[in-house]
Each structure stands twice: as structure tokens, then as C-alpha cells.
């Protein structure tokens, strides 16, 4: 994903949880469909900045959450991929769009625009789908 396109990061929440929150998104946008593997946790925590250990802790959260599973020496792969969201939880994410855009001089007819160019995520894959997958692997 590109940068833009991340959710807006609270720098008063602590460093797992931000990165929790942003792998969820990921998830919950689609870049990584149910059954993909999420990097390493050593490339993890050079995109993010963190060590290991932070890394490891906001994946513990993410498994809880049932979003992914993950052992020693296995990875991390996404067990729960794009679900439908409510309007709220869009909107909240647009909000912090909307603050660090209004904060950073962007006009909001350049977001709207913005938004307009992203292209449309790829349709979930039907459970049909998924169990055939399963029978093949």
C-alpha cells in the first residue's frame, strides 16, 4: 500500500498498537486476502521501526482478534480478509484523513479527488471458493 493510503497514525497510542491497527487495516483493505501470508516479522519491523518483540506483540493481538495465525517458524497468515465495515468505522477513518489533510494546508477537494482515483478493491473470495482452495492444499 502506499503511504496515502494508510490510516492515520495516533503517536499517543504505543508503538504495538499502531502497528496493529495499521496491519488490521491492511487487512480489512484487502491487501492481503485470507490465506496470504503477512511479511516476517523482521521485514515487519523494518517497514514500521520496531524490534522484534513489538512486532510479535502486535501480531498476538491481531491473532486474539482472530484476523490472523501465526507460530514459530510458520509466519503470520491471514485467516479473516476484507469483511464489510459499517459507515461509522469509514467515516472515522475519513476523519483522521480529513484532520491531516486540514492540518497539513491539503484542500479537501484534492482528498475528494484522491479518493476518486484509488481503484476499486478486488470482491471478496465466496466460501465456496475458499473451500476448494482448502482441498487443494
Known amino acids: ?18 502497528i496493529k491497527n495499521r496491519l488490521r487495516w491492511e487487512i480489512l483493505a484487502g491487501a492481503y486476502a485470507e490465506g496470504d501470508y503477512l511479511p516476517s516479522a523482521g521485514e515487519l519491523g523494518e517497514k ?4 522484534k518483540n513489538t512486532i510479535l506483540r ?13 507460530g514459530r517458524g510458520r509466519g503470520a497468515v491471514v485467516t479473516r480478509s476484507a469483511q464489510p465495515v459499517g459507515m461509522g468505522d469509514i ?6 484523513v480529513v484532520n491531516l ?6 484542500p479537501r477537494s484534492v482528498i475528494v479527488s484522491a479518493v476518486q482515483r484509488i481503484p ?5 473470495r465466496t466460501a465456496a471458493g475458499q473451500g476448494a482452495r482448502a482441498a487443494l492444499t
Request: proline share 6%; net charge negative; with cysteine.
Open 120 to 124: 476499486r478493491a478486488k470482491p471478496a
Open 91 to 96: 467515516s472515522e477513518q475519513l476523519q483522521k
Open 101 to 106: 489533510a486540514d492540518a497539513s494546508g491539503i
Open 1 to 18: 500500500m502506499h503511504r496515502e493510503e494508510q490510516p492515520a497514525t495516533d503517536s499517543s497510542l504505543p508503538l504495538y498498537v499502531q
Open 58 to 70: 502486535a501480531l498476538r493481538m491481531l491473532r486474539s482478534e482472530g484476523m490472523i495465525d501465526f
Open 48 to 51: 514500521c521501526g520496531a524490534n
